[in-house]
């Protein structure tokens, strides 16, 4: 059993910043790469940010120069650092992470709301 818990959603003025986390627990060996997503009200979910296990990042063009994605593998954790928000970043936020454990399974996050006003 694996759970990925993320926090440090909220709400923030358009300019503003926040840091989301993502932790996983559970049984684990091994966690490949890990993604955020997100999902805005009325519109499919889509992919923000990914991280392969040696630490190759990618971004969707609409948060490229304001987010940055990092992992601590030691903590099983990955954060979304974010900047210069704007009103169409809002959204729910979820992690994904590929992890190895008897086999290769892809887990999901609860979702965090983040909710940045104009």
């Known amino acids: 059993q694996v759970q990925l818990v993320e926090s440090g959603g909220g709400l923030v003025q358009a300019g503003g910043s926040l840091r989301l986390s993502c932790a996983a627990s559970g049984s684990i060996f091994s966690i490949h790469a890990m993604r955020w997503y997100r999902q805005a009200p009325g519109k499919q979910r889509g992919l923000v940010a990914f991280?392969?296990?040696?630490?190759?990042?990618n971004y969707a063009d609409s948060v490229k120069g304001r987010f940055t994605i990092s992992r601590d593998n030691a903590k099983n954790t990955v954060y979304v650092q974010m900047n210069s928000l704007k009103p169409e970043d809002t959204a729910v936020y979820y992690c994904n992470a590929d992890i190895y454990y008897c086999g290769y399974v892809s887990y999901w996050g609860q979702g965090t709301q983040v909710t940045v006003s104009s």
């Open positions: 991280i392969s296990s040696g630490g190759t990042t």
